[in-house]
């Protein structure tokens, strides 16, 4: 796929940090380019491509020794920089050049490890409820779609299907007209508030403050960092809130892995799986539909689907990825 040289330009999530082990390399893969992350000694982060010079082996299945990641078929070594250090079969020898592996600009934030194939064209969104102690934090999936990133960030954008997809969750199918609302964009980042009518909590799920009112209403702040993040900060009009960061990763232009992070500053105490467990019951719910949907990717040509007033997140994410030359 030809993708925007402005898509290698942004920060994409990679991995949760904790699914990057101390001592063993991580393979995954970013706008189809096989990648692998490790960890030196000093804790810190490095992404490099995944592939072995010498005769093209994944790095990632190699393992870590002075600070250096080993490659798993002939052991050669190379360094936080990319540089082949050491060959074993001919250590007196002088290392070609050539031996090397392109390195990456790559980061660690919000217990996620982010990458950019080149010089990052946008910042990370700044979400200082995520980094303050007053607020517990809980990592949620990842969800593995196959679907475009674009696709599943918009689901998350999505207002409409709230009473169809997530019945008593998230939405009530008595109550599905979506109230009015209006989109502004700074640059690369659209911002949206809702208040729009929700589901009780459920007994299942006790995970909202809205479970005194009858017919309860969600504040929603929404703020869509292109090209495939979003910031939720929500609340029932009282003390209590929460914030969601979701974040996925474009894989392929069919695959892709959500991360969902919640912060909240109310029941800290209850065990993260209860969150945890709901989200994979609405991803879940999600997922279904989405992968089902045709392209693959969204379309970023108004004529190819029927966009209605409700739709303009849609509308507005479909103008300002392709004026940011970040659609394909
Ligand atoms: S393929 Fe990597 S060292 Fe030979
Ligand atoms: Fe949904």
Known sequence: MNFPEKLFACWHPVAYSKEVAKDKPYGTFLLEQAIVIWR??????????????????????????????????????????????????????????????????CRERYGLIWVALKDPAYPLPEIPKLEDDNWKVVQTGPFEWKSDASRQVENFTDFGHF????????????????????????????????????????????VFANSDVVKPERRSNYKLHLPYSIVLNLGWGGEKGMVYFFVSQPISPNKCRGYCIIGRNYDKDEPDTVLQNFEQVIFDQDKRVVESQRPEQVPFDFAEELHLKFDAVAMNYRRAMKAEGLSY
């Open 40 to 105: 030196s000694t000093a804790g810190g982060v490095h992404a490099m491509r995944d592939l072995c010079i010498h005769r093209g082996t994944a790095l990632s299945l190699g393992w870590i020794k002075d600070d250096c990641l080993v490659c798993p078929y002939h052991a050669w070594q190379y360094d936080t920089k990319g540089a082949c250090v050491f060959i074993p079969q001919a250590p007196a020898a002088k290392i070609p050049a050539k031996a090397k592996t392109p390195t990456y600009h």
């Open 163 to 206: 009473p169809w997809v997530h019945p008593g969750l998230l939405g009530d199918p008595e109550r599905p007209v979506v109230p009015d609302y209006k989109v502004t964009r700074n640059g690369a980042i659209l911002s949206y508030s809702v208040v729009r009518p929700e589901a009780q909590n459920s007994a299942e799920f006790p």
